[in-house]
C-alpha cells in the first residue's frame, strides 16, 4: 500500500512537475505522436457518424432490392450491395450508431456501478469491503465471453440484455481498481482533515476520493471500449444480441458467413470497421494512459 | 449556530477507544473526560502515542478507519451532541502535519470552499469569510495564495492556511493537534503566538494536544496530562509546573527542563 501511494500523489505532490490542471486539452494534441492523434481522429470520426447516421446515410441501410443484390462497388453504392441489395456503406454507418451506442450504455452501467461498489469497499472497509472483494473475485474468474453468454442464456436473447450482461461480467475490474486507490488513500491526513472540517462520507468521497481515480477510470475504460464492442459484436455474431434486420456489425458480418468463398468482401468490410474501430480506441487509450500516468511520463520526459 | 449566544463549556465524557490487533481488542485511551471552557485553553499532554490525537480525533468520531470508539459522549453547555453534526460547526481542527492535511492537487480556493459547503454556508459570504480569516491569520496576498496548490508553498504557510480555514468556520471550539510539530522554531513562534492573539480575541475553548511542555507555559491555561490512553493528572499550568504530583507529569518536566542547564523540576 505503501508503494501505491508515492505512485499516486507522491510524484503529484514532490517532483516539481506542474499540477494536473496546468494541462489543458489542447496539449494532450500537442504532444500526442502520430498514431495516438490518428486514433483520436478516428474515434472522433466514428462518434460522428454514429450521432449523425439516421440522417446521412447514402441509402436506407434497410431497403431491400433483391434486383440489384451482391452488386460489386460502384458510384452509387461505394462498397456494393449485400444478399437482400442493401447498400453496405449505409449498414455500416447505421451499424457505427447500434455499436458505439450499446458500448456507451454499456459503459456507463459499468462505470456506475464499479464506482459505487468500489467506493463503497475501499470506503467502508472491514467486513463490508471483505464480501464485496469475494463476490468481485468470483466474476473476475470467469472469462468474460463465457459468463455473458451464461447471463444472456437466463435473461434472453436482445441488445437489452447482452448491455447488461457485458456490464454484470466487467464491473468488477473497475470495482477493483476504485477500490484500490480509495483504500491506499483513505488513511490520508487530508481526508481525516475532510471529515472534520464537517463533511458528510459522501461528500468526502465525491470531492476527495472520486478525483483521485478519474484518471485510471478513463484510461481503463478508453481501453476496454475496444474489448466491449467486439463483444457486443460477437454476440450479435453469434444470434444472441442484435437480430437480423438490425444494421449492425457483428450481425453483417453473419449474414455475410453463406458467402464468404463467392462475395469475400461482404465480410471483410463489417470486419475492417471493427477493426478500425477497436484499434483506434485501444491506441487512444494507451497515449491517454502514457499521459496521464505522472510516473510514466516522468520516464519518458516528454 | 444553535443559539445566539455562543456556547460556554464542552465535556467530553468517558471515551474509550479500541482497536483489533491480531484478533485481540487493544484499548488505546480508556475513559478519558475532558473539561474544555470558552476562553481557555486547555493543553493535553504526554509522551508519543499515549493517545492524545486519538482522544481529539475519537471525540469528533473521525477517528482513523480500524478504530472504533466503544464508550463515551461529548457535550455542549450540559447538552450531548452527535459527534457528526458538531464537527467543523461547533468544534474546528487544526492538525499536525499541515503537508498532508491538504489534498496535494486542489487549490487553496477549494479547499477554503469545501468547510461553508459542507455546513451549507450561504454561498455569497463564503469567499469573505475565508479571506477575512486568512488576513486574521497573517497571510498577505491572498488572491495569490487561493489558487496555490499545497506544494507551492511552505509549511508555515500551510499551518495558516489552516488556521484560516479553522477561525472562518467561525466554531466557537478550536481542537489544536501539536500545531507546530513540523515547524521550524521561528515559524513555531509565530504560529503560537497566533495561536494565543486569536483565542484569546475570539474567546474561543482551545483543546491543545502536544507534547511540547514551552508550548504548554506559552499557550495553556490548564494541562491534563496523558499516560498510556489514560488521564493521570489535571492542572492549572502553574501547579503542573510548580507542584507536579505524578511522576509521569515529572519525567516529562525533567526532560523539559533538562534542555535548559541550571534548571531542574522542583
Not at chain 1, 109 to 124: H, S, V
Not at chain 1, 156 to 163: A, E, F, K, S
Not at chain 2, 245 to 261: E, Q
Amino acid at each position: 500500500m505503501t508503494s501505491l501511494d508515492g505512485e499516486l500523489t507522491g510524484d503529484l505532490a514532490g517532483d516539481g512537475l506542474p499540477p494536473p490542471h496546468a494541462h489543458g486539452r489542447a496539449s494532450f494534441w500537442r504532444e500526442a505522436r502520430w498514431p495516438a492523434r490518428m486514433a483520436a481522429v478516428v474515434a472522433c470520426a466514428l462518434a460522428l457518424i454514429a450521432i449523425l447516421s439516421p440522417w446521412v446515410t447514402p441509402h436506407d441501410p434497410n431497403a431491400v432490392d433483391l434486383a440489384i443484390r451482391l452488386q460489386p462497388a460502384d458510384a452509387v453504392y461505394w462498397l456494393g450491395t449485400d444478399h437482400l441489395g442493401r447498400d453496405i456503406l449505409s449498414r455500416l454507418m447505421a451499424g457505427a450508431a447500434v455499436s458505439l451506442g450499446s458500448v456507451a450504455v454499456a459503459m456507463a452501467l459499468i462505470l456506475t456501478a464499479g464506482i459505487i461498489i468500489g467506493g463503497t469497499a475501499g470506503f467502508l472497509g472491514g467486513r463490508v469491503d471483505q464480501a464485496i472483494m469475494r463476490v468481485a473475485d468470483v466474476f473476475l474468474t470467469f472469462p468474460t465471453i463465457v459468463m455473458a453468454l451464461f447471463m444472456v442464456g437466463a435473461l434472453g436473447v436482445g441488445l437489452t440484455n447482452v448491455i447488461i450482461a457485458i456490464a454484470v461480467t466487467h464491473w468488477a475490474w473497475y470495482a477493483r481498481m476504485v477500490r484500490g486507490i480509495v483504500l491506499s488513500l483513505r488513511r490520508r491526513d487530508f481526508i481525516a482533515a475532510s471529515r472534520l472540517a464537517g463533511a458528510s462520507p459522501a461528500q468526502t468521497f465525491v470531492r476527495h476520493l472520486l478525483p483521485a481515480t478519474m484518471a485510471q477510470l478513463l484510461v481503463l475504460a478508453t481501453l476496454d471500449i475496444g474489448h466491449i464492442m467486439l463483444h457486443v459484436s460477437g454476440l450479435s455474431f453469434l444470434g444472441l444480441g442484435v437480430t437480423a434486420p438490425t444494421a449492425e456489425w457483428g450481425v453483417m458480418i453473419a449474414d455475410a458467413r453463406e458467402y464468404v468463398w463467392t462475395e469475400p468482401l461482404l465480410m471483410f468490410w463489417p470486419g475492417l470497421a471493427l477493426f478500425i474501430s477497436v484499434m483506434a480506441l485501444n491506441t487512444l487509450g494507451d497515449a491517454l494512459r502514457d499521459r496521464l500516468d505522472p510516473s510514466l511520463r516522468a520516464e519518458h520526459g516528454h | 449556530m444553535t443559539s445566539s449566544q455562543s456556547p460556554r463549556r464542552l465535556v467530553i465524557r468517558n471515551l474509550g477507544v479500541e482497536t483489533t490487533r491480531h484478533g485481540v481488542a487493544v484499548t488505546l485511551v480508556d475513559d478519558v473526560s475532558l473539561d474544555v471552557r470558552a476562553g481557555e485553553t486547555l493543553a493535553l499532554v504526554g509522551a508519543s502515542g499515549c493517545g492524545k490525537s486519538l482522544t481529539c480525533a475519537a471525540s469528533l468520531d473521525a477517528a482513523p478507519p480500524g478504530v472504533r470508539r466503544t464508550t463515551g459522549s461529548i457535550a455542549i453547555d450540559g447538552v450531548e451532541q452527535a459527534p457528526a453534526d458538531i464537527r467543523g460547526r461547533l468544534v474546528a481542527t487544526i492538525l499536525q502535519n499541515p503537508r498532508s492535511a491538504f489534498n496535494p492537487v486542489r487549490t487553496m480556493r477549494q479547499h477554503a470552499m469545501e468547510g461553508p459547503a459542507a455546513r451549507g454556508a450561504p454561498a455569497a459570504s463564503r469567499e469573505q469569510r475565508v479571506r477575512a480569516a486568512m488576513a486574521d491569520a497573517g497571510l498577505e496576498d491572498v488572491d495569490r495564495i487561493l489558487d496555490l496548490h499545497p506544494f507551492e508553498m511552505s509549511g508555515g504557510m500551510l499551518q495558516r492556511m489552516m488556521i484560516a480555514l479553522a477561525l472562518a468556520s467561525g466554531a466557537p471550539f478550536l481542537f489544536a493537534d501539536e500545531p507546530t510539530t513540523d515547524l521550524d522554531l521561528i515559524v513555531q513562534r509565530d504560529i503560537l503566538n497566533l495561536l494565543l492573539r486569536l483565542t484569546r480575541r475570539q474567546g474561543l475553548g482551545v483543546l491543545l494536544v502536544t507534547h511540547d511542555m514551552g508550548v504548554v507555559a506559552a499557550l495553556a491555561d490548564r494541562v491534563a496530562v496523558m499516560d498510556a490512553g489514560r488521564i493521570i493528572e489535571t492542572a492549572p499550568v502553574m501547579d503542573i509546573f510548580n507542584r507536579p504530583t505524578h511522576p509521569v507529569t515529572r519525567n516529562l518536566l525533567d526532560a523539559h527542563l533538562s534542555l535548559y542547564p541550571g534548571r531542574s523540576a522542583a
